[in-house]
């Protein structure tokens, strides 16, 4: 399938993880992921014995045919195929494999001409900013409105 890039806008609190906690329980409580083991049954019977010696409770769930009780269990069924969204993201981080990077406002001004981009501004640069980061890593840049932060954006890459 290769990788997929991912957007969200969600609204401001004072400490990016949080919000990145937030957007992940509504992405996962919502369904809205890509469910490879769903689309191809083979997929679950091929990936069990790695997901069993990872996660065992996964796999009891995945071999009953149960969908993913928590998002670790949800990225434990995707293996390395990936859901395709922010739940492949572990942390808010310095950049690493599956953390989301916050973009210092100089980085926010080269990419895209402001360091407090307003929504527009941000939404209309989605793809630049997930082209920032490597696969399997994201980036969030606070949204401004009249010099105030109002939202996040998140961005980033991920699946396979």
Not at 12 to 21: G, L, V
Not at 27 to 33: D, L, R
Not at 53 to 79: C, L, N, S, V, W
């Amino acid at each position: 399938m290769g990788a997929s890039h991912w957007h969200y806008v969600v609204d401001w609190t004072a400490d990016p993880a949080e919000a990145f906690a937030q957007l992940q329980a509504r992405t996962f409580a919502a369904g809205e992921y890509y469910k490879v083991w769903e689309l191809y049954p083979s997929f679950a019977e091929a990936v069990a014995p790695e997901v069993a010696a990872g996660d065992p409770e996964a796999a009891a769930r995945m071999k009953r045919g149960q969908p993913p009780a928590t998002i670790r269990q949800a990225r434990a069924f995707a293996h390395t195929e990936g859901t395709h969204s922010i739940l492949d993201m572990s942390k808010i981080g310095e950049g690493d494999f599956g953390e989301v990077r916050v973009l210092p406002p100089e980085e926010i001004e080269a990419t895209l001409g402001t360091p407090e981009p307003d929504e527009a501004t941000a939404v209309a640069h989605r793809s630049q900013l997930a082209s920032l980061c490597p696969r399997w890593q994201g980036v969030v840049v606070p949204i401004y409105d009249a010099g105030k932060p109002i939202r996040y954006l998140f961005s980033g890459c991920s699946g396979d």
